[in-house]
């Protein structure tokens, strides 16, 4: 109801219209008030780069994320990222994501980013706490943060906006009409602008990216496979939008008989996953849902990682400006 709702296809949404204007008015102020100094905002000693989005839901910030830490890494850079850690529940704030850091504690997005980069990666609610503690405890050069356009507490040097290319900025409405943080004019403002997946909307300026899927892992045994060997799959998917992966074991031959979508960042329990397949087929997801189901994973669970691919061309651009 929602997706159809903000995508214009269900008319409900102007029902909403008046709440829109509000929500729109209270993002005008509040942004006005930290440009003018009313609201405080931390400088770091070191470069940061926002990787953010204008509209809710899940649109490849996290795999970008992923790629700028192992481009730079290799770059020599030291990169330290934080986040504000939704879906998280720690009793205390700033904290620093370790190996045996669960996403019940912190997230499902920081154990997945952590687990596949090992860089240091802290989390606070208030980012600049984040980043003041790594670099209290480590070296670092640059900091990444995995969203937080539209977190003005914390002054950034690059914004990165990652734009679904399917999905676009939907009916164009603010919350709660439409699916927008902000408008779609904050895109002249930003340094990059990144296209995640085919357009049919012209961006000007904007790189395309591209997720590519790894082989397919086992939750348990870690053994590594092609995805479309795997036979009889039932896969699942709690992602901001559950049917690009879906699409994406489909464009891979993948031997699907069944798919269940669930709501983004969603808690799991054994029982309710070992309902989806029985013990002779498979049970895949997304990586971002097996950082939460490890505990518990069963020998037929597999999961599916993926990459951002963009051209040479961003990367060098992103250099310069960093250099700058």
Same mark, same amino acid.
């Given at each position: 109801?929602?997706?159809?709702?903000?995508s214009? +296809?269900?008319?409900?949404y102007?029902l909403?219209?008046p709440?829109?204007?509000?929500?729109?008015?209270?993002?005008?102020?509040?942004?006005k008030?930290?440009?003018w100094?009313?609201?405080k905002?931390? +400088?770091?000693?070191?470069? #940061?780069?926002?990787?953010?989005?204008?509209?809710?839901?899940?649109?490849?910030k996290?795999?970008l994320?992923i790629?700028?830490?192992e481009h730079?890494t290799?770059?020599?850079?030291?990169?330290g #990222?934080? *986040?504000?850690g939704?879906?998280?529940?720690?009793?205390?704030?700033?904290?620093?994501?370790?190996?045996q850091?669960?996403? *019940?504690?912190v997230?499902?997005e920081?154990?997945?980013?952590?687990?596949?980069?090992?860089?240091?990666?802290?989390?606070?609610?208030?980012?600049?706490?984040a980043?003041?503690?790594l670099l209290?405890?480590y070296?670092i050069?640059? %900091?990444? /943060?995995?969203d937080?356009?539209?977190?003005?507490?914390?002054?950034?040097?690059?914004?990165?906006?990652?734009?679904?290319?399917?999905?676009?900025?939907?009916?164009g409405?603010?919350?709660?009409a439409?699916?927008?943080?902000?408008?779609?004019?904050?895109?002249?403002?930003?340094?990059?602008?990144?296209?995640?997946?085919?357009s049919?909307?012209h961006? +000007? @300026?904007?790189?395309?990216?591209?997720?590519e899927?790894?082989?397919?892992?086992?939750l348990l045994?870690?053994e590594?496979?092609?995805?479309?060997e795997?036979?009889?799959?039932?896969?699942?998917a709690g992602?901001?939008?559950?049917?690009?992966? !879906?699409?994406?074991?489909?464009k891979?031959?993948?031997e699907? %008989?069944? /798919?269940?979508? !669930?709501? @983004?960042?969603? @808690?799991?329990?054994?029982?309710?996953?070992?309902?989806?397949?029985?013990p002779?087929?498979?049970?895949l997801?997304?990586e971002?849902?097996?950082v939460?189901?490890?505990? !518990?994973?069963?020998?037929?669970?597999?999961?599916?990682?993926? @990459?951002?691919?963009?051209?040479?061309l961003?990367?060098?651009?992103?250099?310069i400006?960093?250099?700058?």
């Amino acid at each position: 109801m929602l997706a159809k709702m903000w995508s214009g +296809q269900n008319k409900l949404y102007w029902l909403f219209v008046p709440l829109s204007f509000l929500y729109g008015l209270l993002v005008f102020c509040r942004k006005k008030f930290y440009q003018w100094g009313i609201f405080k905002s931390w +400088q770091a000693p070191v470069p #940061v780069v926002i990787v953010g989005n204008l509209s809710v839901g899940g649109n490849g910030k996290t795999p970008l994320v992923i790629y700028l830490v192992e481009h730079l890494t290799a770059k020599g850079y030291q990169v330290g #990222v934080v *986040s504000k850690g939704y879906g998280g529940k720690s009793d205390h704030y700033p904290l620093i994501v370790s190996e045996q850091t669960s996403a *019940s504690i912190v997230g499902d997005e920081p154990v997945l980013v952590y687990q596949r980069t090992h860089v240091p990666f802290a989390v606070s609610p208030k980012r600049s706490d984040a980043v003041q503690l790594l670099l209290k405890n480590y070296p670092i050069d640059i %900091i990444i /943060t995995d969203d937080g356009l539209q977190h003005y507490a914390l002054k950034r040097d690059i914004e990165i906006v990652v734009v679904d290319g399917k999905r676009g900025f939907g009916n164009g409405w603010y919350l709660p009409a439409g699916p927008m943080r902000e408008t779609s004019s904050r895109l002249k403002s930003v340094d990059f602008v990144v296209i995640n997946g085919p357009s049919e909307q012209h961006y +000007q @300026d904007a790189y395309t990216m591209t997720l590519e899927p790894h082989q397919a892992i086992n939750l348990l045994t870690q053994e590594c496979r092609p995805v479309n060997e795997l036979k009889a799959v039932s896969a699942m998917a709690g992602i901001g939008d559950p049917s690009r992966f !879906f699409t994406m074991l489909e464009k891979n031959n993948v031997e699907l %008989i069944k /798919t269940t979508a !669930f709501m @983004d960042h969603q @808690d799991y329990s054994q029982e309710q996953l070992l309902a989806l397949a029985d013990p002779q087929q498979v049970l895949l997801m997304t990586e971002k849902d097996a950082v939460k189901c490890s505990a !518990f994973a069963q020998k037929n669970w597999w999961y599916l990682p993926i @990459d951002a691919k963009l051209t040479e061309l961003f990367l060098d651009n992103l250099l310069i400006k960093l250099n700058k």
